[in-house]
């Protein structure tokens, strides 16, 4: 009796964190892909110069970190 009790508990409990984490997911997706779309908004918004000055910025970052993780992972 108490292991069906403990069990029904644990079981509710299991599924609403199941359900939790599902909406969480959800949400941060929703959130990602708005800023995700804020930001293209605001490359498409940039001049030229802004462009060339922004990507000139990111290739040293590029070269330093994401390339070598990009290179460890090709192996």
Sequence with gaps: M???YYGDIINGLT?????????MM?????????????????????????????MQDLIPYWNSGIQSMADVFAG
């Design 26 to 54: 959800e949400d941060t997706f929703d959130e990602l892909a708005k800023m995700y779309e804020t930001n293209v908004d605001n490359y498409k918004a940039m001049t030229d110069a802004e462009k060339n000055l922004l």
């Design 2 to 4: 108490l292991n069906k």
């Design 15 to 23: 599924q609403e964190n199941e359900n939790l984490k599902r909406f």
